[in-house]
């Protein structure tokens, strides 16, 4: 693959302001994208931290078969006490999560805000609110070659396939190789390129509306607007596309080197029947909506932080 050097494709005089700053701007000529990269971070690692027992929840319900004990909230959370070691396991595959998906968020957040960045500057005033959808497809699909390998541990772990990120991360690769860290990629693209259209692309569409209306009002959009319009679109977009989640921890789970999407699919309906596509949709809707909550508002946060703090 020929390698694209940024620089040549887009003249200097081109680029948007806000990635390269003013002429006389150094902070931003120096960290065009410190501000995004590092509250996209940062951002990130607090929401995973704060809502991994949840996800652990989630994951041991959408991994178990229809009926079985721990396929239900109860059994779910009995069966991570008993075989994680007591409220511990509820933290189980916390590390290599945390480190993978923080590193996406830096990588995405950057992405996301050069896409809409550039969008913004060569499309009509009326489309801007889709090029934000857009630009969110583009953002997942950056960071999916970080991501992946750190989902792929954290569910593997949570579902007590492994005791340590290192026994997880040598039988990986004894099975599969450095390419089964990717195991489940098409998946979570699938999954997560809606989820981040519908993320990143809702929240930013609700801020908007927000605003207008509060500006007729005669007020400005409050922290409290930031974290509503956050939350239920964590709602809105868990449950929508929990069915997919379904198929990409199943994916992940099975033991076997690649599995197809079609496969898995064919096997959930035949075996536990389609009403699995919606198992564990209640703890990932209870999951997303406060993890979304914190997240986007953090990000919004620091992000303002950051900048304030490079322009004084």
């Not at 902070?27 to 607090?46: D, E, K, N, R, S």
């Not at 229809?66 to 075989?83: H, N, Q």
């Not at 772990?157 to 990717?182: D, E, H, T």
């Not at 209870?286 to 909550?293: D, E, G, R, V």
Request: charged share 20%; proline share 5%.
């Amino acid at each position: 693959m020929a390698h694209l050097d940024p620089c040549s494709a887009l003249s200097l005089p081109d680029m948007p302001s806000v990635l390269i700053g003013k002429a006389d701007d150094k902070p931003f000529q120096q960290h065009m994208l410190l501000a995004p990269t590092i509250a996209g971070g940062i951002a990130t690692a607090v929401g995973d931290l704060a809502l991994h027992p949840i996800d652990t929840i989630k994951t041991v319900q959408q991994s178990a078969a229809a009926g079985s004990p721990s396929a239900s909230i109860f059994g779910a959370c009995s069966k991570i006490m008993r075989e994680g070691g007591g409220l511990g396991g509820f933290y189980a595959g916390v590390g290599p999560y945390v480190t993978f998906d923080s590193l996406a968020g830096c990588v995405k957040f950057a992405a996301y805000e050069v896409c809409k960045t550039i969008a913004d500057q060569h499309v009509d005033e009326n489309l801007k609110p889709f090029t934000h959808f857009l630009s969110a497809a583009v953002a997942f699909i950056a960071c999916s070659v970080v991501l992946v390998p750190g989902e792929l541990m954290k569910q593997q772990l949570q579902a007590g396939m492994y005791r340590s990120v290192r026994a997880c991360a040598a039988g990986i690769l004894k099975k599969n190789g450095p390419r089964g860290f990717f195991q489940g990629y098409k998946a979570t693209v699938v999954r997560d390129v809606p989820y981040t259209m519908l993320e990143l692309g809702l929240y930013d569409n609700i801020k908007s509306l927000i605003s207008h209306f509060r500006k007729k009002e005669g007020n400005a959009n409050s922290k409290v607007d930031d974290v509503l319009a956050a939350a239920a679109v964590g709602g809105i977009t868990g449950w929508i596309t929990n069915p997919l989640d379904i198929i990409k921890t199943r994916m992940m789970t099975s033991g076997s080197a690649a599995p197809r999407v079609k496969t898995v699919v064919m096997d959930i309906i035949k075996k536990d029947g389609p009403r699995t596509f919606f198992a564990g949709s209640i703890a990932r809707v209870s999951w997303l909506m406060p993890f979304t909550a914190i997240y986007l508002p953090t990000y919004d946060l620091v992000k303002s932080a950051i900048k304030e703090k490079m322009q004084d």
